[in-house]
Each structure stands twice: as C-alpha cells, then as structure tokens.
C-alpha cells in the first residue's frame, strides 16, 4: 500500500508510545542503574563500573544455564516445527470438524502456564499420573523426573511440545487456507503427486508464516520460566534451570541487584540482537517471497 | 481410514490425556487419587469444586484476575487502535525505529523486568492493584495488539478512507462509524490475544500483588501444606482456569488461524 507523508500521524502513536515508555523504559533505566552500582541500602551506592557484567560474563551458573537454553530451544524447534507443519497438513480444511479441530487445537495455548506446568507436574508423577505410570509399571522404564535430570528434560520437553506446537499448527494452518483451488487443480492437471504439491506449492506458501512461527517459537522458549519451575523447580540439581530461572533466582531469591542487573542487560541485548536480525530477514522474505 | 487420520488421532489423544488427567483428579478425593490409580473416578465428587467456590480465599483469586484481565484488554485495545492506523496508512518520522523498538518489548523476558517493575509500582503507590498488573501486561500485549491491527488494517482499501473524507467525515467520526465496522474481525481477535497473553501470565501478576489483587495462578500454591498437596482442589483450581479459555476459543474460532498469522495471510 501506498502511504501517505503525514508527521501528524505521530499524534496517533503518542498515547502507545507513552504507555510503553512508562513499562519499559523507566524499569529498564532502573536496570542499567543497578548494573553499575554496589547497593547497600538507600542512599549508599557505590560506583562499580563494568565490574558486575565482568563477573557475569565469568561465572559457571550462566555459562551452564546459557548452554542449557540454547539446548532447549534448539530440541523443541526441531520438535515443534515438523510436527506442526503435518498437523496443519492432515487436519480437515472444512465442515464441524474443522472447527473442532481447531478449538481442541487451540485449547492448550489458553491454559494459564502454571497450570500447564501442574498438569504435567501430575501427568508425569509415578504414582499418581497417568503418564509416568505407564512409563513405569506398563513400559518397565525406571522414570522419576524429580531424581533423574534426563527424565526431568524428556519431560520440559514433551511439556512444552504439548503446549506450544498448536501455536505452529494454527500458523501453518491459517497459511495454507489461503492458497486458492486454482493452484491444486492446476497441479492435479500437471500430474503432481503429493509430494510435489507439497513441495512446490504448499511450502513456498507457508514461508510467512512459518518464519513468524519460528521467530516467536524461538523467542518465547528463550524466556520460558513458569512451566518449568512448577514442574521441576530447575532442577534436579541445575538440569533445567534455564536464563529467566537464573536471572529470578539472584533477583528475588537472593536479591543479588548488581549481578542480576547486568545479566539482565545481557540477556536483553542477546535478545534484542537476535530479534533484529530476525526481523529483517522477516521483512526481506516478506517483500520478496509473499506472492 | 488414511494414514493422517490415524495420525491426527494419535495426536489429539496426546493433546488430550493430560487435561482429561487433571479433569477426572478433581473429581475425585484425596486419599483415592494417592491411593491407587484409578482411570475414572471411583467414588465421584464434587467438594473439591464446592472448596472453590465457597471459600473467599480460593474465589477473590479468579475475581482479581478477571478485573486486571479486562482492564488490559481495554487499555491496550484503546492505545493501539489509533497506533495501528498510523503505521498501516502513514509515513512518518522514525515510523519503522518506533515499529521495531515496539516489538522489542514483545520480546523482552519478563524476568528482567521483574525487580524493576515490582520497585516501580511501590514507588507510585500501586503495588498489590489490579491496575499494577493491566499496566505491566501491557508491555507485551500493546505492542501485539498493534501488530496484529495493523496486519488487518492493511487489508482494508484506502480509498475508502479517501471516499470518507471526501464526503467530509472528520477523522474520529470515519475511525468510529466507518473504520471500525470494517475491522471488526480485526478488534475481536486482538482482544482474544490480549485476554490470552493477560490471562496465563503468572510471574508478572504474582510479583506484583500480595493480598489485595492476587491472581487465581497464584492462589494455587496454597494447595500445599503441612498436611501434604491438597491434589484434588489443586485439579479443580486448575480445571477452573482452562474453561474461561475454552469458552472465548469457541467465539473467535473462525478467525483464530488469521489472528495468529497476525493477520499477514
């Protein structure tokens, strides 16, 4: 679309800007405030400098969890994105059953995230879940995800698969509605097989809104914090403490300002830089490739 | 029957278990969900539900999380209507800095903004209000909710705004009568994501309230006690959660797949 030059048009964007400015910024000052200081208490701050985010760039806690979530994100993309192209793929494309696939699809992004984590907590408990007590008693594997930190990630794992790859469905499927017949029936009179049309036609359609999926899928594990603390606290031991745990943990639980200050602003940047760069590739696919 | 059905079968009894776990709990008591594993309720009850909704304790939780819910939904619709308009029909000064700097904040962990929002808000004297939580949402559903406006307002001619003010329609009245009825779509899948993103949000909502304004999400770690986890109400606290969810996926159903694309298909 063709816009129009209107600087007035800031005037629109002022009262967001504003509302954003006041939940972002002044916190995010008080940060940077912290990350340069040593605080006593009030009014006895000392001048630090670079002194925290040296130490944070050193210590083993970060390194471990910074490993851990790259890990993780890693896996549950490899996971998620496949499986909800195929979901999108089989799922009916009209009718009742269309619509109930959808809501039954949907329901797991509406559960709030701890209840994700209790329903997983209890789902694979040995005793009294379902889940683990078929892996134990009816598949003979020893599973416990409390003592053992493989079962504690098969089970953030499975977890989060559970919860977000309807997101990745839902993206998939809303991008393959908009394919008109004309495009099928012209394959069908070329003689394409299913795998061709997938290929040739769904895929190259699906670019868009695949690229948000994996932008929001990548930025979102990157800051998962709830479901794993309600499942298994971060641990055992530091398994499945990933970033936003740790930057809790030395935040609240032992109010560890300057560290935790610097963390913070590394963590952000880390994420601010990924997001520019993923933005723009979106913005270049998105004018080069949406037709 | 075909393969994917097979597959898309297997798929849904994994998307389902679980829930159907955390249903049959909470219908079930205490010493039969410890004492054996049972696949449906042996003896069916319904006190868990009854704790619930009888103790102010367990139900203000629900309250207050509808209020600051509905409260974000509104402010954050409010801002960003506008907003969208400007960056769907508009080149300005810094149009597509701002765009960007906005969805960072979509991005931001909301463990870095933890400690800071929790000073901020005592600071102004808002700590523990329902206001404190709309507020600190908002840091990610505005950004959304102008996102995915926009993606709908692109889709909208702009000759139509044209036409209007041709005939002489002042900006606010074209927005309201004319705009808006076409958007609506638009508007009612924006505020489903708002309500969403508001409504499983925990670490944000607990850190920011104590008593007066705490969130069901929260509430829910009262289940455990000296006496060991309370499961069968912590089942039905939670089975309370997922029906609000279920009942607005049913309304939206039709453009759900759209709002998620962000409304760019």
């Known amino acids: 679309m063709n816009k129009t030059e209107n600087n007035k048009a800031w005037l629109l964007v002022l009262p967001v800007v504003l509302l954003v400015a006041f939940s972002a910024i002044i916190p995010l000052m008080t940060v940077v405030n912290y990350s340069v200081q040593d605080i006593f208490g009030p009014g006895e701050a000392y001048w630090v400098g670079t002194e925290w985010f040296e130490q944070t760039l050193r210590s083993q806690d970060l390194h471990g969890a910074f490993i851990r979530q790259l890990i993780f994100s890693g896996t549950i993309l490899l996971i998620q994105i496949p499986l909800g192209i195929a979901i999108a793929l089989a799922m ?13 699809v949907a329901l797991p992004l509406l559960i709030p995230w701890n209840v994700v984590g209790t329903i997983w907590q209890i789902f694979a408990r040995g005793d009294i879940g379902l889940g683990g007590w078929f892996v134990n008693d009816v598949l003979g594997v020893p599973f416990n995800y409390t003592a053992n930190s493989l079962d504690a990630w098969i089970t953030v794992v499975i977890m989060d698969v559970w919860h977000w790859t309807p997101l990745v469905v839902l993206l998939c499927y809303a991008g393959l509605r908009a394919i008109p017949d004309a495009f099928y029936q012209a394959a069908s009179i070329d003689g394409a097989g299913r795998l061709s049309v ?29 479901e ?15 970033l936003s745990q740790q930057l809790v943990k030395m935040a609240l639980g032992q109010f560890d300002l300057g560290p935790a200050a610097a963390f913070s602003i590394i963590y952000f940047l880390f994420i601010l830089l990924a997001s520019f760069v993923f933005y723009n590739v979106m ?7 949406d037709a | 029957m075909k393969k994917r059905h097979v597959g898309l079968i297997i798929y849904f009894g994994f ?11 909470s219908l079930k008591t205490n010493v039969e969900i410890t004492g054996s594993l049972t696949l449906w309720p042996e003896r069916l009850t319904f006190a868990n539900y009854v704790t619930i909704l009888t103790d102010p ?17 509104a402010i954050s619709l409010s801002v960003a209507l506008p907003a969208a308009y400007a960056f769907s029909r508009y080149k300005f000064i810094g ?9 960072t904040n979509r991005m931001a962990p909301p463990a870095v903004f933890v400690l800071p929002f929790f000073q901020l808000y005592q600071t102004v004297g808002l700590f523990d209000t329902h206001i404190a939580v709309a507020l600190a949402h908002c840091l990610f559903n505005v950004p959304l909710a102008v996102w995915i406006l926009e993606g709908f307002m692109s889709g909208v001619p702009k000759e139509i705004d044209e036409t ?11 927005f309201a009568q004319i705009f808006m009825p076409l958007i609506k779509a638009g508007i009612g899948v924006t505020a489903f994501f708002c309500f969403m993103f508001s409504w499983v949000e925990l670490l944000l909502a607990r850190t920011l309230t104590s008593v007066e304004a705490k969130p069901i999400a929260a509430t829910m770690t009262r289940t455990v006690s000296a006496a060991g986890m309370d499961w069968g109400t912590l089942a039905a606290a939670g089975v309370l959660t997922i029906v609000p969810g279920a009942l607005v996926i049913y309304f939206v159903r039709n453009y759900m797949a759209k709002g998620f694309a962000l409304g760019r298909v």
């Open chain 1, 92 to 104: 009916p494309a009209r009718g009742w059953t269309a619509s109930l696939a959808l809501v039954l």
């Open chain 1, 198 to 226: 997938f290929r040739y036609i769904q895929l190259p359609k699906m670019r868009g809104v695949l690229l948000i999926a994996v932008l929001l899928r990548f930025m979102d594990s990157f800051m998962i914090y709830t």
């Open chain 1, 228 to 242: 794993p603390f309600v499942v298994t606290g971060g641990g055992p031991g530091n398994a499945t403490t990933f």
């Open chain 1, 283 to 289: 913005i270049r696919v998105g004018r080069g490739g």
């Open chain 2, 15 to 25: 998307l389902l278990l679980p829930i159907y776990w955390l249903l049959t709990m």
């Open chain 2, 57 to 73: 304790a367990w139900y203000s939780g629900y309250i207050n999380s509808f209020i600051y819910v509905a409260m974000n939904t």
């Open chain 2, 95 to 103: 149009d597509k800095h701002l765009f960007f700097w906005l969805l």
């Open chain 2, 164 to 174: 209007a003010y041709i005939d002489g329609y002042s900006f606010p009245r074209f």
